[in-house]
């Protein structure tokens, strides 16, 4: 399986972006898409998930009501909507799949896409 990651950019506080995983290689099914992000010096950490079975999406605190995770099964595409960003979103956001039930651990994905940074500015 090929992750391909894209949409990151510099924007300013209060701005959307939309990033995009590409997947190939494998059906597209079954499986648990996370984003998670990863800003200098911190741990990987878990923005958003979406099982591609069931469509149930998780998010974590820090972004409830501000991201939204959907995904395209016939463009093999998951997208993380962002609006209403904030200086500490600032990250390198990184695309993964994992298996059914896989939670915001990162270790559990075991597929991951290149990262795309985002860079929020006041």
């Known amino acids: 399986v090929q992750l391909q990651a894209s949409g990151g950019g510099l924007v300013q506080a209060g701005d959307s972006l939309r990033l995009s995983c590409a997947a190939s290689?494998?059906?597209?099914?079954?499986?648990?898409m996370g984003w998670f992000r990863q800003a200098p010096g911190t741990e990987r950490e878990g923005v958003a998930s979406?099982?591609?079975?069931?469509?149930?999406?998780y998010y974590a605190d820090s972004v409830k009501g501000r991201f939204t995770i959907s995904r395209d099964n016939a463009k093999n595409t998951v997208y993380l909507q962002m609006n209403s960003l904030k200086p500490e979103d600032t990250a390198v956001y990184y695309c993964?799949?994992?298996?059914?039930?896989?939670?915001?651990?990162?270790?559990?994905?075991?597929?991951w896409g290149q990262g795309t940074q985002v860079t929020v500015f006041s």
């Open positions: 290689g494998r059906t597209f099914s079954s499986y648990v």
């Open positions: 993964a799949q994992g298996p059914a039930g896989s939670s915001f651990n990162y270790r559990e994905y075991y597929y």
């Open positions: 979406i099982s591609l079975s069931s469509g149930n999406t």
